[in-house]
Each structure stands twice: as structure tokens, then as C-alpha cells.
């Protein structure tokens, strides 16, 4: 078991006889368990507000002096790049909208199967196409994600906290994301439950989503 910045060395020892004399290529494959985690900022407003500015013919970001007017997701460095991807901002509190998570095979090896996905929202924000008490993602197939605690996601749980976030877990056992060799796309649709929570007595806000990862 190799832990975060260790260091394990291999050896490899060959019979007399069994290499012959001159130069060779030796190739070494290895399978590994991975954890990559990323985030996303966005900015959320009323939406009568985002209407009067567009009215206007006027950028509702350039008004409140925001200079990252199009965030893009920042990922932990590994083997998949985790993109995130929620819409163009500033979203309306109005209406649902879509997230998309997208891995993609960045190394020379083949991404075998993921072992765990969570999604962490902002807790007034929750997943829409509910189904047999989970909650329905797109993609290859139907991905079927359930409401969990901060706690359940173990160390991938850095700043959750279940009083500001709702998590959701992706329901893996005997279906799985397997065998990529360039990428996967999740698209899953979200809703503001409360809109006011939301904003915090504040004309615009700034918000996050974050998507953990395990695989193999």
C-alpha cells in the first residue's frame, strides 16, 4: 500500500539465459486506484434582476466589477481530467439548469472502471428527475445518483460540510463508467429550492459545485 508522496521501487531480476545479448525494450503495466476531485464557481441572481441588465444591453457581471466572468473548473492533477461545467453565468434562481461532468483519459492508460463519483451542491440547490428515490443522470446510459452525507464520502470530504452542502452519490454495483479511452459525459439537470437562501439578502452571489471520483 503506497500512500500521497511515497515512494515504492520495483525490482526486476532475470534468469541467465532467458534475455539474450543486445539491446531490448522492457515495458511495465501496472493497475492502480485513483482519486481526482474538482470544482467549479459560478454566480447565481434573481432572475427579474438578470432581465432588467439584459433590457439594458447591459452585462450583469461587468455592473458588479467581476473580471472571471466564465469560470472553468479547476481539477486535481491524474490520470482523468474532471471537467465541470454548469451553464454560462450568472445563472437565474428561477430556473433549473444543467451540470455536466465530463472524464477524460489525459495518460497513456485506459480508465478501467469508476469505483465512486459524489457530487456536493450548495444545500439550497438539489437534483431534479427523481426516480425509485434516486435521482437520474444522463449519459451512455442512465446514471442513478442517491442523497448522502459529507461523512459517507470519507477523506474526498475536505470542506463538505452538511449544513451548506447536499451530497450525491453516483449507485455503481453491478453498473459502472468503464473502459475509456478518450472521455464520458454525465449531464444531470438541478434545481434552486430556495432562492432567497440562495442569494443571502444579496443581489448576486458566487456559489460552487464540486465532483469527487475513485477508479481504477
Same mark, same amino acid.
Given at each position: 500500500?503506497?500512500?500521497?508522496? !511515497? $515512494? ?6 532475470? $534468469?541467465?539465459? /532467458? ?10 503495466? #501496472? ?41 472553468? #473548473? ?51 440547490? $438539489?437534483?431534479?428527475? $427523481? ?8 449519459? &451512455? ?5 442517491? &442523497?448522502? /452525507? ?5 477523506? !474526498? ?17 453491478? &453498473?459502472?463508467?468503464?473502459?475509456? !479511452? ?13 432562492? #432567497? ?14 465532483? #469527487?471520483?475513485?477508479?481504477?
Amino acid at each position: 500500500e503506497i500512500h500521497t508522496y !511515497e $515512494e515504492e521501487g520495483i525490482e526486476c531480476s532475470f $534468469e541467465p539465459g /532467458l534475455i539474450d545479448e543486445g539491446s531490448h525494450e522492457i515495458s511495465l503495466e #501496472a493497475d492502480f486506484n485513483f482519486l481526482t476531485m474538482a470544482y467549479i464557481k459560478t454566480y447565481f441572481m434573481d432572475q427579474e434582476t438578470k432581465r432588467s441588465f439584459t433590457r439594458e444591453g447591459i452585462d450583469p457581471l461587468d455592473s458588479y466589477g467581476i473580471i472571471d466572468k466564465d469560470p472553468n #473548473a479547476i481539477h486535481t492533477s491524474g490520470p482523468i481530467q474532471l471537467g465541470i461545467n454548469v451553464g454560462k453565468p450568472p445563472l437565474s434562481t428561477e430556473d433549473d439548469f444543467r451540470m455536466g461532468i465530463t472524464l477524460t483519459n489525459a495518460w497513456m492508460g485506459k480508465l478501467q472502471n469508476v469505483t465512486d463519483m459524489y457530487i456536493i451542491t450548495p444545500s439550497q440547490i $438539489e437534483m431534479l428527475n $427523481e426516480k425509485n428515490g434516486g435521482y437520474v443522470c444522463k449519459g &451512455k446510459r442512465d446514471y442513478i445518483f442517491k &442523497k448522502k /452525507l459529507c461523512s459517507d464520502i470519507e477523506e !474526498e470530504d475536505q470542506g463538505c460540510d452538511d449544513g451548506v452542502h447536499n451530497v450525491y452519490r453516483m449507485e455503481l454495483e453491478n &453498473k459502472t463508467i468503464k473502459d475509456i !479511452e478518450v472521455f464520458e459525459t454525465i449531464l444531470c439537470r438541478l434545481k434552486i429550492e430556495d432562492s #432567497a437562501g440562495l442569494l443571502e439578502g444579496l443581489p448576486i452571489t458566487t456559489k460552487y459545485f464540486k465532483v #469527487a471520483t475513485r477508479y481504477n
